[in-house]
C-alpha cells in the first residue's frame, strides 16, 4: 500500500519533470536579470547613453551662456584646429600619458623588487607605500606646488642652498611639464608596486629554486624568470594606466592649473574648462569625443598586444 | 679555523649585499614620506613661519590654521558632506556590486560572461569623457547640486570594478553551503542574507574600504556638479581656498590644514587595514 502510493505519487512528478525543468530555468532566468537589472541600469544610465549623447553634442553649438543650440556639423572639430589649447593639451596629453605609465611601470618594478626582497623594515615599507595611493589626488597635488613653491618650497631652497641657483618651476613650461609627470608617478607608481608585487608572489618558489640549482645570479634570476613571468601583468597594467591617464584631471587641476599658459594642459582639463567652466557643451563634447577615440584606439591595440604576450606557468 | 674564517666571511658578504636593499629602503622612506612631511608641517604652523628665510623646519606647532577654518568657512559642513558623500556611495556600491557579484558568479545564464565583460570594459570609459551629458542627466533628474546627485554617478563609476573583485570572492565560497540551504527550502533573500553574507564579508569590508577611499578622494563630481554649501565636499573646499588670494599669496597653511584633515582619515583606514586592501586592488587574488 504505502510503496503503491509512493509509486503513483512519483509517476506525475516525473511527468511532469521536464515542465517544473524549464519553469526553473525561466525563474534561474528572471533571478539573473533582477539581480544584474541596478549595476545594469546605473551604467546604461551614467555611461551608455552619456556616450551616445556626448557624439550627439559634438556636432552642435550647444552653449548655455550664449544660448546657442543648433546643428552645427563638423565646425567643432574644425574649430579644434585653430583652438592653442586643445592642440597643446593634445600633445601634452599623449606625451603625459606615454612618460607617466613608462615611469609607474619602471618605478613600479623597483619598488616591488624592493618590497619582495627580505630586510628589517619590509612590513613598515609596504604599510606606507599605500600612502601615496591613499592622499587624495588634489591634496598631493597642492602639498607638492607648495613643496616646489620657488620662494619657500623645500626642494627649491635645498637647490639654492647646494648651488646658489634660484630654480622657478612653475614659470618654466618645460620643467613644469615634467614637475606634472614626476608628481604623477610619484602618486601612481606605488600602486603599481601592489600589482606587480602580487604577480612576483604568484611566481612558483621552484623555479627559482630551479635557477639557483642551474648556477644563475640574482640578476640573471631577475631578467630570465622574473621579467618574462610578469610580462603579461605588466602589459595589462601598462595598458590600464595608459587608458586611466587619459582622463587623468585631479593632478594638473592642483599641481598647475594647465599652466604656465597651457602648457601642461591636457585634454581633461580642457573639457573641464570649456563644459563646466564656460558652459560650451557642444565644444566641450567634441573634445570629449577625441578623448574618447584615444581609448578607444588604445584600448584595442593594448588588447592585441596583451592576447600576443600571454604566457603560461 | 678556516671554517669559522669562511662563515665570518659569508657573514661579511651578506651584509654587503643588503646594503644596496637598505639603501633603496631609505631613498624609498625618504620619497614617500617627504610630501606628508612638508604639508603636516605647515598645516600646524602659524603663516609667519612658513615665510621665513632659512625655511623653519619644525616651526611651533598649533591648531590656529582650524580655528580659522572653522570660522571663516562652513568648514563642519563641507566635512559632513564629504562623509555623507563617501558613506553613502560606499554602502550603495556595495549593495548594487553584491547582488550582481551573485548573479554572476552563481546563476547560469547564457551570455553572462560576455556581460561581465561589457561591464568591466565601461571602466575604461574616464569620467570627464562624458561630463556634459552627465550634468544634464542630473539637471534632468533634478538631483545637480545634491549629495545624492554626485553619488548615483559615482556609484556608477565604482561598480563594475567592485563586481569583479566581489564575483571572484563570491566564487571562492564553496557551493556546498549554499546547496544545503536550498535543499532545505531557503530563498534567495535569504541565502544572500544569511548564508553567503557572513563569509563574504572580508570580500565586502575590502571593497567597502577601497570605495570610501575613491569616493572621500573623489574631486571631479562634486566640483562639477554642486555649487552651494550644503552639498560642496572637502576635495572642493581646498580648490576654493587655493583660490582665494592673501596677502602674502597663497594660504599654505590653510589649503595645507584642509589636505590634512582629507588625509588624516584616509591614512588611519589604510594603516589599520592594510592587506585588506592590498587583497582588494589585486582583484581579490592575494589572500
Known amino acids: 500500500m504505502d510503496k503503491a502510493m509512493n509509486i503513483s505519487k512519483g509517476t506525475p512528478a516525473a511527468t511532469s519533470s521536464r515542465i517544473s525543468l524549464s519553469r526553473t530555468t525561466r525563474r534561474r532566468y528572471l533571478l539573473f536579470i533582477l539581480l544584474v537589472a541596478p549595476a ?58 606615454l612618460a607617466t605609465t613608462i615611469l609607474d611601470l619602471v618605478i613600479g618594478m623597483m619598488i616591488a623588487l624592493l618590497l619582495n626582497s627580505r630586510f628589517r623594515g619590509r612590513t613598515f615599507a609596504r604599510t606606507i607605500n599605500l600612502i601615496p595611493w591613499a592622499i587624495p589626488t588634489i591634496v598631493a597635488g597642492y602639498a607638492f606646488r607648495w613643496l616646489l613653491d620657488d620662494q619657500f618650497g623645500l626642494l627649491p631652497f635645498w637647490v639654492t642652498q647646494l648651488t646658489g641657483l634660484r630654480p622657478a618651476i612653475f614659470i618654466n613650461p618645460l620643467v613644469s611639464q615634467i614637475a606634472v609627470i614626476l608628481v604623477h608617478a610619484w602618486k601612481d607608481a606605488p600602486f603599481m608596486a601592489i600589482i606587480l608585487l602580487a604577480g612576483m608572489q604568484g611566481i612558483p618558489e621552484d623555479l627559482y629554486d630551479a635557477a639557483r640549482v642551474d648556477g644563475a645570479n640574482g640578476w640573471q634570476r631577475f631578467w630570465s624568470l622574473t621579467v618574462p613571468l610578469i610580462m603579461p601583468l605588466t ?5 590600464f594606466r595608459l587608458v586611466w591617464s587619459l582622463g587623468s584631471f585631479d593632478l594638473v587641476y592642483g599641481l598647475t592649473f594647465g599652466g604656465p599658459g597651457v602648457a601642461t594642459s591636457v585634454l581633461a582639463l580642457q573639457i573641464f574648462r570649456e563644459g563646466i567652466l564656460f558652459f560650451k557643451f557642444g565644444f566641450a563634447s567634441a573634445i570629449s569625443v577625441i578623448l574618447l577615440i584615444l581609448v578607444a584606439v588604445i584600448g584595442t591595440v593594448g588588447l592585441w598586444l596583451f592576447r600576443r604576450s600571454e604566457v603560461t606557468y | 679555523m678556516t671554517m669559522n674564517k669562511s662563515l665570518a666571511n659569508s ?43 632659512p625655511l623653519v623646519y619644525f616651526p611651533q606647532p ?65 569620467d570627464i569623457g562624458t561630463i556634459v551629458p552627465l550634468y544634464q542627466i542630473l539637471k534632468t533628474l533634478h538631483l545637480s547640486d545634491s549629495i545624492a546627485g554626485i553619488s548615483l554617478i559615482l556609484t556608477s563609476t565604482l561598480t563594475p570594478f567592485t563586481v569583479w573583485v566581489l564575483v571572484s570572492f563570491i566564487k571562492q565560497v564553496p557551493y556546498e553551503i549554499e546547496e544545503a540551504a536550498i535543499l532545505d527550502g ?5 541565502i544572500l542574507w544569511h548564508i553567503l553574507l557572513p563569509v563574504t564579508v572580508p570580500g565586502l569590508v575590502t571593497m567597502g574600504l577601497i570605495n570610501f577611499v575613491n569616493a572621500w578622494n573623489n574631486l571631479l563630481y562634486p566640483l562639477s556638479f554642486t555649487t552651494s554649501p550644503s552639498a560642496k565636499t572637502l576635495s572642493v573646499a581646498i580648490t576654493e581656498i587655493y583660490a582665494g588670494y592673501s596677502p602674502w599669496g597663497k594660504p599654505w597653511e590653510l589649503i595645507m590644514a584642509v589636505g590634512v584633515t582629507m588625509t588624516i582619515p584616509i591614512v588611519i583606514l589604510v594603516l589599520l587595514s592594510q592587506r585588506s586592501i592590498v587583497r582588494g586592488l589585486t582583484g581579490g587574488a592575494i589572500k
Open chain 1, 40 to 97: 545594469f541600469l546605473l551604467r546604461l544610465i551614467t555611461a551608455a547613453y552619456p556616450i551616445l549623447q556626448t557624439i550627439y553634442l559634438s556636432f552642435t553649438n550647444l552653449s548655455i551662456l550664449k544660448g546657442t543650440n543648433d546643428f552645427i556639423g563638423l565646425e567643432n572639430y574644425l574649430a579644434m584646429g585653430n583652438n592653442i589649447g586643445v592642440r597643446s593639451a593634445t600633445g601634452f596629453t599623449i606625451v603625459f600619458i
Open chain 2, 62 to 126: 598649533t591648531l590656529r590654521n582650524f580655528a580659522t577654518l572653522l570660522e571663516q568657512v562652513p568648514f563642519g559642513l563641507y566635512l559632513r558632506n564629504s562623509l555623507l558623500f563617501a558613506i553613502s556611495t560606499t554602502l550603495v556600491t556595495l549593495l548594487v556590486s553584491y547582488l550582481a557579484a551573485y548573479a554572476f558568479a552563481r546563476i547560469r545564464f547564457p551570455g553572462s560572461g560576455v556581460l561581465l565583460w561589457i561591464l568591466l570594459l565601461s571602466m575604461a570609459l574616464p
Open chain 1, 235 to 239: 602589459i595589462t597594467m601598462g595598458l
Open chain 2, 186 to 190: 531557503a530563498s534567495l533573500p535569504q
Open chain 2, 11 to 53: 657573514s661579511w658578504r651578506r651584509t654587503l649585499s643588503s646594503i644596496p636593499v637598505y639603501l633603496a629602503f631609505i631613498v624609498f622612506t625618504i620619497l614617500v614620506l617627504l610630501p606628508v612631511y612638508w604639508m603636516t608641517r605647515s598645516a600646524f604652523a602659524v603663516s609667519t613661519d612658513l615665510i621665513k628665510l
